[in-house]
């Protein structure tokens, strides 16, 4: 249940941003937190980004 109350911080925070924005920065304080990698589940794209010297993939659904 840490984890996820964790995330949901994460996304109050960045509330403001567009929704990608705040899909990849939660990714990113996600990744600060867990020290782990990460995969993004998009529709339209596939891919890899990178995030604080972490290769993050972008996999399609």
Known sequence: MKVKDEIREIY?????????????????????????KAYIITFDNEGEIELNDNV????KA
């Open 12 to 36: 109050q925070v960045t509330y403001e941003l567009s929704d990608i924005e705040r899909e990849i920065k939660g990714i990113e304080e996600f990744l600060k937190i867990r020290k782990t």
């Open 56 to 59: 993050v993939k972008v996999v």
